[in-house]
């Protein structure tokens, strides 16, 4: 395949990926037995790894501040079901946070580390567990699950929400410096990766 239609397939099964998990959700609801069903659907898409050549979602510069973007594969009406690949290089990480909406991770390169938590009596977290994300695996969790990031090296996961990045504006992380639980409103940069658009 050139790189135009490499493109336009990935659109194509991304939509398709899409469409199968919008119509989850409407018949679903949102469960833990649904958010499965959506993480069962992303792993198929992810395993099509013809669809996402690397080159196409470079991890940002050594020199850039951040450590990874995110590539906008898809967003639907009213911002819902929006689905990214994260891209990174080094060490990603971030505090203990929910996400106000359902929230589904795939693998794709490299491994992603995942911790789960619970909230405790006196405000803090505590870890129930953890599940490294790579090719092949995914984890689901619904708005008030918990869970931290933990990256080293190149990766590239899918991350796929109820609702775009953009609007989850009050979403919750714990800071272990402060004991204090604080809005995590940053998004980070987006790039567009939607080939089927005439301007982002
Ligand atoms: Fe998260």
């Known amino acids: 395949m050139n790189e135009n239609s490499v493109g336009e397939a990935r659109d194509a099964a991304v939509g398709a990926a899409m ?42 510069g050594a020199d850039a501040e951040q450590s990874n973007v995110m590539y906008r594969l898809a967003q639907g ?22 996400h106000t909406t ?6 794709f390169h490299g491994q992603e580390l995942n911790k789960f938590y619970q909230r405790t009596a006196d405000g803090g977290v505590e ?8 090719a092949g695996s995914g984890v689901a969790m619904l708005a008030e699950d918990l869970h931290s990031i933990h990256i080293e090296g190149s990766g590239l996961n899918f991350h796929c929400y109820g609702l775009a990045l953009e609007r989850l504006d009050q979403r919750q992380y714990y800071s272990e410096s402060s004991g204090e639980w604080k809005i995590f409103s940053a998004v980070g940069e987006i790039r567009e990766a939607r080939t089927n658009l005439q301007s982002c």
């Not at 359902?102 to 693998?107: D, P, Q, S, T």
């Open 19 to 60: 469409n199968d998990i919008q119509q989850i959700e409407t018949e679903q609801g949102v469960t833990r037995e649904s958010v499965d069903a959506i993480r069962q659907r992303l792993l198929k898409l992810a395993n099509q790894r013809d669809l996402f050549p690397l080159d196409d979602f470079p991890a940002p």
């Open 102 to 107: 359902w929230a589904v991770i795939v693998g």
């Open 77 to 98: 009406a009213q911002d819902r079901f929006a689905l990214y690949a994260q891209s990174g290089r080094g060490t990603v990480e971030t505090p203990p946070h929910n």
């Open 127 to 134: 870890q129930t567990g953890q599940f490294i994300v790579e």
